[in-house]
């Protein structure tokens, strides 16, 4: 009983770590991707164009 705790309390730190580091990805995934492909996409869109003109 004693060993399946104690293993318990040493894995559970790392779990909310993952948790943690998991929503974190997530978040920053969502406040600089989405920003950085909608500028892709402008640029491409951009170049697209200056194509077209030529």
């Known amino acids: 009983m004693k060993t399946i705790k104690r ?3 040493s894995i559970m730190p790392k779990l909310v ?3 943690l580091w998991s929503s ?3 978040v920053l995934r969502k406040n600089i991707l989405e920003p ?3 500028m892709n996409a ?3 869109g951009a ?3 200056k194509k077209k003109w030529k």
């Open 7 to 9: 293993d318990y309390i």
């Open 17 to 19: 770590v993952c948790f």
């Open 24 to 26: 974190l990805c997530s």
């Open 36 to 38: 950085v492909e909608q």
């Open 42 to 44: 402008w640029i491409r």
């Open 47 to 49: 170049i697209n164009k």
